[in-house]
């Protein structure tokens, strides 16, 4: 039977090296738990989604990315959205090494 991916978005953390992320590098291991804040008042980008582990911001969601994730999270619904660390690569670029999954919560039965 096909199943239909919870998969909502893949990308890197923009901002990675700006923010607080180097500060908790130790931490971000595959499958870490993520929180994403929009953030409407941010004067470069009001649809801006930043991405935080516990306090710490690690940086944004892509500009060229975060539009669905900014509505959901405007109008109330980031309890249907579940946020990880999906890889790194401590090899690429330090605005490339890590990467999220966004992923829509299973509420099934069953």
Same mark, same amino acid.
Request: glycine share 6%; proline share 6%; hydrophobic share 30%.
């Given at each position: 039977?096909?199943?239909?991916?919870r /998969? !909502? *978005?893949?990308?890197? $953390?923009? +901002?990675?090296?700006?923010?607080? +992320? !180097? #500060?908790? &590098? =130790?931490? !971000?291991?595959? +499958?870490?738990?993520?929180? *994403? @804040?929009? =953030?409407? #008042?941010?004067?470069?980008?009001p649809?801006?989604?930043? $991405?935080?582990? /516990? =306090?710490?911001?690690?940086g944004y $969601?892509?500009?060229?990315?975060?539009?669905?994730?900014?509505?959901?999270?405007?109008?109330?619904?980031?309890? &249907?959205?579940?946020? @990880? &660390?999906?890889?790194?690569?401590?090899?690429?670029?330090? =605005?490339?090494?890590? @990467? $999220?999954?966004?992923?829509?919560? #299973?509420?099934?039965? +069953?």
């Amino acid at each position: 039977m096909y199943e239909k991916s919870r /998969k !909502l *978005l893949d990308c890197h $953390i923009a +901002g990675f090296t700006y923010y607080d +992320g !180097l #500060d908790v &590098i =130790e931490s !971000l291991t595959l +499958g870490t738990p993520v929180t *994403l @804040r929009s =953030e409407p #008042d941010n004067p470069c980008d009001p649809e801006a989604v930043a $991405i935080y582990y /516990k =306090e710490s911001k690690l940086g944004y $969601i892509p500009q060229a990315k975060n539009n669905f994730v900014s509505q959901l999270l405007y109008f109330g619904y980031s309890d &249907i959205l579940e946020a @990880r &660390i999906n890889s790194n690569n401590p090899m690429a670029h330090p =605005e490339n090494q890590y @990467r $999220i999954v966004v992923k829509i919560k #299973d509420n099934r039965n +069953g």
